[in-house]
């Protein structure tokens, strides 16, 4: 459920966020891991407990690994016969590559707006997990917007136009000001946004590809964007702030392109 995805993250970064002289805690960048530990040992006895092991069958005498290899085969002639599933594989790889961007630069971004503007001193920081769980909740809020409103209104894919055209002009704000408000309310609309492509994007995949391979469906696609992800990371060391960004816009425009030309399938909303 992507409305429970963003509370279990945004409570540690805020307990983070506390300051740590009152608790007694030395090194406080540690915080929200120590925070997150109880909750990841809660997630293991819950899936032991609840999620049942689905095993692939073993048919005609093959083996799974045989299997998998034929299961890999068809959804590779699948992507290549299907124009729309290359375009969703092109979506995924590009705007998940931006996310990962987005990830390792809003830091460094908002520090050095916060500097400049007098927000923050080279010994002081600004409230980074406050930040962070303010994203999370935005991106909370995105998921319930969907599932509420747009989901049962829009075709996934005009939905994923609208992140994709959104998420340029948030990307561009960094790069046409040095305003720190800005700069972190263009990131609070990026969060939500990135709650309505997780649903969007999962239900405009499960409507293109078949049940029997959409797991192998969905290893193809991790291909590109594993790709693009290493690419972007080693742009970020060794490229300006304002280049990277620059990078990550035009991948957002090629994502608003590929959405628009998508057919409109018959069965794209959320709940039907």
């Given at each position: 459920n992507p409305n429970l995805n963003s509370p279990p993250p945004a409570t540690p970064g805020g307990v983070g966020a506390m300051k740590t002289s009152s608790l007694g805690v030395e090194n406080g960048f540690t915080l929200p891991f120590d925070t997150a530990i109880p909750a990841l040992l809660l997630c293991s006895v819950g899936a032991r407990v609840l999620w049942r092991e689905h095993r692939g069958g073993v048919y005609g005498g093959d083996t799974r690994g045989s299997l998998a290899v034929g299961s890999i085969r068809q959804a590779y002639d699948t992507i290549l016969a299907a124009t729309g599933l290359r375009s969703v594989m092109a979506m995924i790889a590009l705007y998940e590559s931006a996310l990962y961007v987005f990830v390792f630069l809003w830091t460094p971004v908002l520090e050095a707006r916060a500097?400049?503007?007098?927000?923050?001193?080279?010994?002081?920081?600004?409230?980074?997990?406050?930040?962070?769980?303010?994203f999370m909740c935005c991106k909370m809020a995105g998921s319930q917007v969907f599932v509420l409103v747009l989901g049962e209104r829009l075709h996934a894919a005009r939905i994923l136009s609208g992140v994709f055209g959104l998420s340029v002009m948030c990307f561009a704000v960094?790069?046409?000001?040095?305003s720190y408000v800005a700069t972190l309310v263009a990131f609070c609309v990026y969060e939500f946004g990135l709650g309505l492509y997780w649903p969007a994007i999962a239900i405009l995949r499960a409507n293109m590809v078949p049940d029997d391979i959409r797991s192998s469906v969905a290893s193809l696609f991790r291909v590109p964007l594993n790709i693009l992800v290493i690419a972007c990371l080693l742009l970020i060391g060794r490229a300006p702030e304002s280049a990277v960004l620059l990078v990550s816009c035009l991948q957002l425009?090629?994502?608003?392109?590929?959405?628009?030309?998508?057919?409109s399938p018959s069965n794209t909303k959320a709940f039907s």
């Open positions: 500097e400049v503007q007098g927000r923050a001193s080279p010994s002081s920081e600004i409230p980074h997990g406050l930040i962070f769980s303010l960094p790069m046409v000001t040095s425009v090629i994502c608003l392109w590929s959405s628009m030309t998508l057919p």
